[in-house]
């Protein structure tokens, strides 16, 4: 069964009842119609619940004018997109030039024809529609865009913890260490935002990459064997020269998943040079390429002064943490041979705010233990089991 048609509503705005029956008498057919007979009317009719879809305004009224009244519509979101049509006697074209630049769609004069009224107010209905489905197209497509969006960022969120998670399962440190680097980071690069050596490169878009990527730095520790990522104290030079390739694992494994993706992914372009370059040193003495100065990049920069200071405060399962005042002195001392000069004289005006980062993402007792206990596991000697039979 058909539903009945619901008929389009005009709102007719005019001072003189004659001028009014004679409209209703044209729309009756086709449209409902509402009656206003002043301008302050009109407007409160515009904005009500069940707005109108056309509006025919006359422009001389007592009080508000018909153009007062168009351009009161035309400046508010909730009546901006209601056609008007003027209807009225003034005939001169300076009239309708005004009438049409304050956003009518439409200008009639008087005395009106009937079929030019009804054939006008058609067109304008139909552009209406029209104009209503792409508004809500696009509103729909946007609302899909941010969804998607949120979708993307919240994997990229879960994927980046994951992987992180992975590489801290199999290394003495614990997991705050990488929320407090990653936090470290994202506040040296604040505070180094408005630097000319750096203003170009970190915008808010590339900060928020960059704590993102953070987490990252360590994920080539997945590929150190256990005898010596667990070590409990220093490591001999042939040790030390496999742990050094952990910066190698960890770009690699980015790169394979950048291949599995098959496209560039901004935070993984960060994450691997993280990954690399965290261990050169600006005065090129690092591993693993020997890189120095502004050769190494940004965020491998940033992620060195928060690596190091963390590294230093930090409990381990082998040591105790040094003070912050230590620490602090070991980086200013390390100014322009480990770390950026820049960087550090940015670190060292920040240092409340480390101190914060540090409290609020300390290592528990748990945390230590559960720790201990891996280290414990791994690094005891193995027993001999029964000879055969």
Known sequence: ?????????????????????????????????????????ALKIANGDVKPDLILLDIMMPGMSGYDVCKELKAHAATRDIPVIFVT?????VDEQLGLGLGAADYITKPISAPIVLARIKTQLSMKRVHDFLRDQNHFLETEVELRTREVVALQDVTIHTMASLAETRDSETGNHIRRTAHYVKTLAEKLRGHPRFSAFLTDKNIELLFKSAPLHDIGKVGIPDRILLKPGRFESHEMEIMKTHTTLGRDAIEAAERELGVTVDFLKYAKEIAYGHQEKWDGSGYPLGLSGDAIP????LMAVADVYDALISRRVYKEGMSHEAAVAIIAEGRGQHFDPDMVDAFLALQAEFIAIAKTYADSDHDMEKKRAKVELFTQPAVAGPGPG
């Open 89 to 93: 006697a003034m005939s001169e074209t």
């Open 1 to 41: 069964m058909n539903q009945p048609r619901i008929k389009p509503t005009i709102l007719v705005v005019d001072d003189t009842p004659d001028n009014i029956d004679l409209l209703c008498a044209v729309l009756e057919q086709d449209y409902r119609t509402k009656i206003a007979v002043n301008g302050e009317r």
């Open 298 to 301: 940004i965020s491998a920069r």
